[in-house]
């Protein structure tokens, strides 16, 4: 690829970090950031990068020959979002994208997972998210049939932590500290699909050289580590990386108490009043769903596909800074 490579959500969890690898790796880079920063930029050449804004798109797509989609914004725009990016690749000409979807596609299933182009209809999710992601899985699928030449990557990371990560270090970490979250006995005996920041850093540079020459219009992967604990034993890990005492138990009768004090607590949290720590770190239904479940992803194309293959094992990404 001779022209920029545009990372849009440069400024994220993720696109920060595929946005350094790429620098790192010698590509020509551009960075798309919501809002412009104060201090020092994140790379030479940067843009502002609004999804809700086409003339912002235009000027950030702009003579691109690739766009790295890995903005995270709430779940109520991503489709527009998602449609507004794939008209102005098509007006600027950049013909390759690489959009981070997630395994939250895959709805509820358990046991072996694989990873066709497009996942097996879900009988009536509850997660928005997921519906949203699917629906932004099925524009891109389109978008690529509507032109021939045009190539894209679709990577479906599982759970992705790091050093920064709020939602899978951060949080449950405070949880375990304030006794929101524990060891959950059977409920947390569900597979934790990690992979580390780093890996799918190096799963998006591996994803753009594959987009790089001829080949077929889509490519899809799984992206999971090479170590999938159980949810109990991840909460365990994390603990003792931070010096946190290993953690408790967490009784159904008490975890049943937690929840329902904590659906006001959190409802009074909104509204900016004072709320109990331990209240306001309760999981929601829609996690304790996921410690349950036992879901072994593929990741076989990423492998074949990409050239790709995850390589940090939990004891060393829990110590990355």
Request: aromatic share 4%.
């Amino acid at each position: 690829m001779t022209g920029p490579i545009l990372v849009v959500g440069a400024g994220g969890f993720i696109g920060a970090a595929v946005l350094a690898r790429l620098v790192e790796s010698g590509l020509p880079v551009r960075a798309g950031l919501r809002r412009l920063p104060d201090g020092p930029a994140p790379a030479r050449d940067i843009v502002g990068c609004d999804l809700d804004d086409p003339r912002s798109l235009d000027h950030a797509c702009a003579g691109a020959v690739a766009i790295v989609h890995a903005a995270g914004r709430a779940v109520p725009g991503m489709t527009g979002q998602m449609r507004n990016l794939l008209a102005a690749a098509e007006r600027a000409g950049a013909d390759r994208i690489v959009f981070f979807s997630s395994i939250a596609v895959y709805g509820p299933a358990e046991g072996r997972v694989g990873e066709p182009d497009a996942p097996p209809e879900v009988a009536a999710p509850d997660d928005p998210y997921c519906t949203a992601k699917r629906a932004c899985e099925a524009m891109l699928r389109a978008w690529i049939a509507a032109r021939p030449g045009r190539r894209a990557a679709i990577l479906r990371p599982g759970i992705v932590y790091g050093s920064r990560s709020a939602l899978w270090v951060d949080r449950p970490l405070a949880a375990l500290r304030a006794g929101s979250l524990g060891d959950l006995g059977r409920r947390g005996e569900g597979v934790a699909a990690l992979i580390h920041l780093d890996d799918v850093a190096e799963a998006t540079r591996c994803a753009l050289a594959a987009l790089s020459g001829p080949g077929p219009g889509l490519l899809v992967a799984n992206l999971v580590g090479p170590e999938t604990p159980s949810w109990n034993s991840y909460f365990a890990a994390l603990a003792a990386s931070a010096g946190a005492p290993r953690p408790r138990a967490l009784r159904p009768g008490r975890l049943a108490v937690l929840r329902a004090l904590s659906l006001p607590a959190k409802a009074l949290a909104r509204l900016r009043l004072p709320v109990p720590r331990v209240l306001r770190l309760v999981p929601a239904p829609g996690e304790l769903r996921l410690f349950a479940r036992a879901a072994r992803y593929e990741t076989t194309r990423a492998r074949t596909d990409l050239g790709f293959r995850a390589a940090i094992p939990l004891s060393d990404g829990l110590r990355r800074p």
